[in-house]
Each structure stands twice: as structure tokens, then as C-alpha cells.
């Protein structure tokens, strides 16, 4: 399956993004502030989708035994005792047959790519760079990529740490503290 098809709207957004930073770097400095801020942790995000959809896509292609538990059961016995088994008795339980593709799994993904995308700068504006990108990475990897939570923690800080170092010391940009860090700090400060 080809990835435009297997996902459109990742392939949208990811132009989208692109599109904005490169705009955004002919914009002076503090003006291109919130385009970086905001496109090129999307355009990250957006790679490791597409990253994640096409090894589940080359999951699904690899050949699977279609015989039941069951049936391997069976086979597995009679290679240990060296003759053919046939048990009876089991033959009579119920299959459960899986899904391959339930109706509207598309529609939910790429509503969760909007409520991530949509979380992302409503946390970057309300809370701000340092609060939103560690807490959106970890638990993007966490509940997306189905990393373990110190997996994740780890490649949360790395993956902040080094934006972080690319926007506050090579680009020397300011970093949006959020527009109600301030009020929570005094509330617990």
C-alpha cells in the first residue's frame, strides 16, 4: 500500500509544516520565532508517523500462520511424540475471528493527529516551550509509539535537550514561556 494512501493527512500536515519554517526563515528574527517553535517539532512528530505507519504497514505484509492456537497446539504434540495426533474434544470451541481493518480506524487517526497537532500549540502558548515539548514528546512515544515510560522519559529529555540547544544557543531564540507559567508559579511559588 502506498504511503499517500496510508496516510494523507500525516503527508498534508508534514507539508504544511515544511512549508511554514521555510516561509518563516526568510521572517526576521523574532518574528520567526513561533513559526520554529511550532513547525519543526510538528515536522519531528510527523516523520516518526510516517516512520510508525509504514513498519506497521510492513508488519501486516509479512505471511502469517492462520491456524488457530489450537492447531499449533496439535502439530507441536505430534512432532514431539513422532505420529499424528488428532484431539476431538477441542475442535468444538468457538473461533474468534479479528478484524483486519474495523470501520473508521482512518477517521480516528487522523483525529488524533489533529488533537495532538491542536494540543501541541495550545501547550506552547498556554504553558509554554519548556513544559509543553518534554511532556508532548514523552507522551506522544509513550501512548503512539508504545515505548516503556523510562524509554520514552529518555528519549524525551534527549529530544528536548537537543531542541532546546538548537533554538536557545545556536539560533539565539527566545523561547516562548507561556502565558500562564508565570500565574501557576506564583500560585505554587
Not at 110 to 124: K, M, P
Request: proline share 5%; net charge neutral.
Amino acid at each position: 500500500m502506498s504511503l499517500l494512501r496510508k496516510s494523507p493527512m500525516t503527508l498534508v500536515m508534514l507539508a504544511i509544516f515544511v512549508t511554514m519554517v521555510v516561509i518563516a526563515t526568510g521572517y526576521p528574527t523574532g518574528a520567526s520565532f513561533m513559526p520554529f517553535v511550532v513547525g519543526i517539532p510538528a515536522i519531528l512528530l510527523c516523520l516518526l508517523q510516517l516512520v510508525l505507519d509504514a513498519r506497521a504497514a510492513q508488519q501486516k505484509e509479512e505471511p502469517r500462520d492462520t491456524r488457530n492456537e489450537f492447531e499449533i497446539a496439535q502439530e507441536r504434540v505430534a512432532r514431539m511424540t513422532g505420529r499424528d495426533v488428532t484431539f476431538e474434544a477441542a475442535h468444538m470451541a468457538p473461533e474468534i475471528k479479528v478484524l483486519e481493518n474495523p470501520t473508521g480506524v482512518a477517521h480516528s487517526r487522523e483525529f488524533i493527529i489533529w488533537v495532538y497537532i491542536l494540543a501541541l500549540v495550545a501547550g506552547i502558548l498556554f504553558f509554554g516551550y519548556f513544559v509543553t515539548v518534554p511532556l508532548f514528546i514523552l507522551l506522544f512515544l509513550r501512548w503512539e509509539a508504545g515505548c516503556s515510560w523510562l524509554k520514552a522519559a529518555v528519549y524525551a529529555g534527549v529530544g528536548s535537550g537537543a531542541l532546546l540547544l538548537t533554538f536557545s544557543y545556536l539560533l539565539k531564540f527566545q523561547l516562548h514561556p507561556g502565558f500562564l507559567t508565570d500565574r501557576v508559579l506564583s500560585i505554587f511559588g
